[in-house]
């Protein structure tokens, strides 16, 4: 009676791992293959989605979670100003999407280098009362000096805009805790304690002069109505938060209120995203497909190369089942070495070439794993038929044919 031996799982590791230790070359060379298939994976896929993100961080840059809101001038009568609510900020903050909400109000003083100049020549700039979060809200940051506090916001402190600190005739403040420069605003002065960089996407906040809101009550007569605007919202929801602004911020009269459209830049950034997703898949598919013909081939060569080996080991009582896991094992074993050297070329290849052009890197930890796991799957493919090829040599044909 002959009795079937069986081989635990290391012992048939062993066996499949045989051909790649004792062929080193071309396992290496065949590793290779499949190696350069997925490290072209990775690099297709990471090299244009780190560009994606840096030109999607460009677009975002132009506002395209920006809106700004502000009374409309022909619903007013003449010689007024239009206003909008005291409690539409805090209202506009209740909506769920929304992340930041601030606002700016005209005093409509005038402000001067000194008390020397003409009362009546305010350069053409603009005395803003602002609330503490504008800067997050039109995504500006301070040049010299700091932004308004709690506390600096009480007392006669301003904040200068880009242009209005030129043609006021102010550069950097000292670095020191001396006490900033001094500007005339109406009869009053006020200290200087910052400048804000540019503001490419609120043009109207560089040739404005930012006073806190409560000191524009206690010092400028403000009466607390805003008169812009600025909300960020998710990018997602930006239609739908527009929409129901007017009504949330004036729900007597929403007529009055105007609120600009989502920035152009918004459409660009979504085809963008569209359009790289799809040459994601595609580069992807064709480097796997790649990758498994390399496998598929060297595998049938190796059952080729490898009959006398086979007949040898079926005529010692191996069974075909036996046969198809030592071919299957190697095919498998091939891609995932193929598959992790792959990776890693890619990967170091991917962040050199993003940190040489200033990208930032992206690298998908999902695609990665999905990367290797689509080698051992290109492996198991691949090897199929050569191992059932191997598996259906009888002893005598496979000696036959050394």
């Known amino acids: 009676m002959i009795r079937r031996i069986r081989l635990s799982p290391l012992d048939m590791l062993d066996v499949g791992l045989l051909g790649i230790r004792t062929r080193r070359m071309r396992a290496a060379l065949s590793a290779l293959g499949i190696a350069i298939g997925i490290a072209t994976m990775v690099v297709v896929t990471g090299i244009p989605a780190s560009s994606q993100a840096a030109l999607l961080r460009d677009l975002s840059a132009l506002g395209t979670n920006n809106l700004q809101a ?3 001038t022909n619903m007013t009568g003449p010689g007024t100003t239009p206003k909008l609510p005291e409690e539409s900020v805090a209202m506009v903050k209740r909506i769920g999407p929304v992340t930041v909400a601030s606002a700016v109000a005209n005093t409509h003083a005038r402000v001067r280098r000194n008390d020397r100049t003409d009362p009546q020549d305010g350069s053409g700039l603009t005395v803003l009362a602002a609330q503490l979060d504008l800067p997050q809200a039109i995504n500006t940051k301070v040049r010299s000096g700091h932004w308004l506090t709690a506390v600096t916001e009480k007392f006669p402190a301003v904040v200068l805009g880009s242009v209005a600190a030129t043609r006021l005739g102010f550069g950097d403040l000292p670095a020191t805790a001396a006490p900033g420069p001094l500007v005339m605003i109406g009869d009053k002065w006020f200290t200087v304690v910052g400048i804000l960089d540019q503001t490419p996407l609120s043009p109207d906040i560089d040739r404005s002069v930012l006073v806190g809101w409560d000191s524009a009550r206690s010092q400028l007569s403000f009466d607390g109505h805003p008169t812009t605007l600025y909300i960020q919202c998710q990018e997602s929801a930006i239609e739908a938060v527009r929409s129901v602004l007017p009504e949330t911020i004036s729900p007597v009269d929403p007529g009055q209120v105007m609120v600009t459209r989502p920035s152009d830049a918004l459409a660009a950034k979504r085809a963008t995203e569209s359009n790289f997703t799809s ?3 595609g580069l992807a598919a064709v480097a796997l497909l790649v990758g498994g013909i390399g496998v598929a081939n060297t595998m ?8 006398s080996e086979i ?3 079926r005529a010692l009582g191996a069974n075909r ?3 198809r896991a030592q071919f299957l094992t190697e095919s498998v074993a091939l891609a995932a070495l193929g598959g992790i050297a792959g990776t890693a070329i890619g ?4 962040a050199g070439y993003a940190v040489y052009h200033g990208w930032p890197i992206v690298v998908s930890l999902s695609a990665t794993f999905a990367g290797l796991g689509g080698a051992v799957a290109v492996g198991v493919i691949a090897g199929v038929y050569p191992s059932v090829r191997a598996s259906h040599l009888t002893p005598t044909k496979a000696l036959a044919s050394t």
């Open 311 to 313: 007949g040898l080991r």
């Open 321 to 323: 089942g036996q046969i």
């Open 279 to 281: 040459l994601f898949l």
């Open 347 to 350: 990967l170091v290849a991917t």
């Open 300 to 307: 049938v060569i190796s059952v080729l190369e490898r009959r």
């Open 70 to 72: 502000m009374a409309q």
